[in-house]
């Protein structure tokens, strides 16, 4: 099995332009997360799914959207990249009813 | 505003010490409290977790001690290694969806 996996797991882009930041696990996890890990300030939680078809905000949502039209995939986009956005961005998933979160190797991505 | 507060920011110990990661919370809601390991280039792991009604939990040379009254818990590891150098993270939640991180702590365990 390969777990949680990302794609892409670097990225550069410019102030303005917009990415897609794939999660995909083979788990069969009903819930899926994303989280930005930002020097000094830990990981936060920007939106998760508890199944298909289904999403919610985290911490920080704004100038992030995310769906999940199949089980094993969690899609993040970022319509309109800012500075700000630069961070690593970890997927995590789980099985319900049992409370440990499986991260994938994490994407690195700088906005210019 | 970080609702878990995690100290030290980064720890430095001889190989065989016992390094104590500390954290403290605010919301009293919170019903778990993991610790997660994360090595340079890699996702957080679980590590160790526990629950308010129990002070103590150890799964190794990993420890957990737990003060609900302070609202304070903290990680210990016995017989520290050089493999056991890495980022550490606690974390609370209340429904396993909205988790809470510290800061995270980076530990240097010398030969």
């Known amino acids: 099995n390969a777990g949680v996996t990302q794609t892409p797991k670097f990225r550069v882009l410019k102030t303005g332009q917009s990415m897609t930041l794939l999660c995909a696990q083979d788990?069969?996890?009903?819930?899926m997360y994303w989280y930005r890990q930002d020097p000094g300030m830990g990981l936060r939680l920007i939106h998760y799914s508890v199944g298909e078809g289904t999403t919610a905000k985290g911490e920080v949502p704004d100038g992030y959207n995310v769906s999940r039209l199949k089980k094993q995939n969690f899609l993040l986009g970022l319509e309109s990249a800012a500075p700000s956005q630069t961070s690593v961005y970890f997927c995590a998933s789980r099985y319900r009813g049992r409370y440990e979160q499986f991260f994938g190797p994490g994407t690195r991505l700088t906005v210019l | 505003q970080q609702q878990v507060k995690q100290s030290p920011q980064s720890l430095i110990v001889q190989k065989g010490g016992i390094p104590i990661i500390n954290c403290a919370y605010e919301n009293t809601a919170f019903d778990y409290f993991p610790w997660y390991q994360q090595f340079p280039g890699k996702g957080p792991a679980l590590l160790i977790a526990i629950r308010p009604d129990v002070s103590e939990k150890k799964e190794g040379r990993f420890t957990i001690s737990f003060n609900k009254s302070a609202k304070q818990f903290s990680l210990h590891i016995m017989d520290s290694q050089p493999g056991d150098s890495a980022t550490y993270f606690c974390?609370?939640?209340?429904?396993?969806?909205?988790?809470?991180f510290g800061a995270g702590t980076r530990l240097t365990v010398k030969p």
């Open positions: 974390a609370a939640t209340y429904n396993n969806n909205d988790m809470r």
């Open positions: 788990m069969n996890h009903e819930y």
